[in-house]
Structure formats: C-alpha cells, structure tokens
C-alpha cells in the first residue's frame, strides 16, 4: 500500500515471510539498505529488519505467507479482531503496543506480536532466522529467458529455503498464454 514519509516502525522481525514490491518512490531500511522503484526485497521469517522509513509518496506492494516454521499467516479479519481487544486494554504507536498492569507498571511490546498473541492466545515463538538480513534484488540487472511456451519470458530473481520461494516476473507477448498463470 502506499505510505506517508512519516510512516516508520521499529527494528523486528516476522514469524511469517515477505515479498516486497517497491513499486513507487523508497523505503529506508537503515542498516539493511533502502529499496528504491523497481526493487524487489525477499524478506524471510525470524530475520530482523529496519528500522524502517517510509520516503514521500512511497508505494509498496506486500505479499506475506507463513514459512517453513510452520507459524501460519494471520488474516486480516483475525489481525483487526485482536487489535480491537487489545486496543481496550492500551494503545499502539509506530509499531508498538504499549498498555500498564495491574500494578500500574508499563509494558511495551512489538505491536504484531502483541496480537498475534492475542489472536491465537499463546507465546509468539519466533523461528531462528535462516538469512542474516533480508534480500534486496534489482530486477533490471536479470536477464529475460525464453520458456517452452510461446511468447512467454521469465525473469527469475531467486530461490529461497526449504519451501523454495520463488519470485520473479512472467512477460507476455501480446496473445501469449501461459499454463502456469491459469
């Protein structure tokens, strides 16, 4: 979706991976670099990232799925119900939920985390990161391969663990078809 150059969260990470489209302006990632137009970054489950920055009039184009832990992905019905509940408990602010016990003693927690616990009323248990940063790629410095299909060229960015994730980009010739897109 497309963000304000005020929107930025804190250094985390997932239990759950990404694939990230930067499809306008940047997003800065701090240590792990920033993501211009046109770049693609594969960001994988347990891998911490960011802190992170939103440039002006930036658009990002999001997939997330669960990963090979086994975690799952939280819908966005499930993540909007226990970020309701836990928002009659305290409140969130760039990326943090933040709420006092009993005691008057204040808690902070990453915001995901807060309700995804929330969500499925368990400890968040992150899987060991298999990647020491997430993976930035420039698509325009692949190559376009030919298929067996006719006008049909692939542009295939990576590979990655043991579910093999694959991203990349599919072009068609006008009037071309694809077994693989249908």
Known sequence: GSTQSDYGTPRHRHNFEQIRLQYRGEFDYARDGKMTEGMVGYFPEGTFYGPSQSGENSTVVILQFGGASGSGYMSHDEYA???????????????IFTWFDSDGKKHNK???????????QCELVYPRPRYEHPVFMRPENFAWRATAETGVSIKH?????????RTGFVRLERGAKSRALS
């Open 81 to 95: 119900e226990g970020m309701k509940r836990l928002t009659e408990r305290g409140s969130f602010h760039e990326g």
């Open 110 to 120: 990453d915001g995901y985390e807060a309700v995804w616990e929330e969500s499925r």
């Open 157 to 165: 960015l990576g590979t990655f663990g043991e579910r093999e994730v």
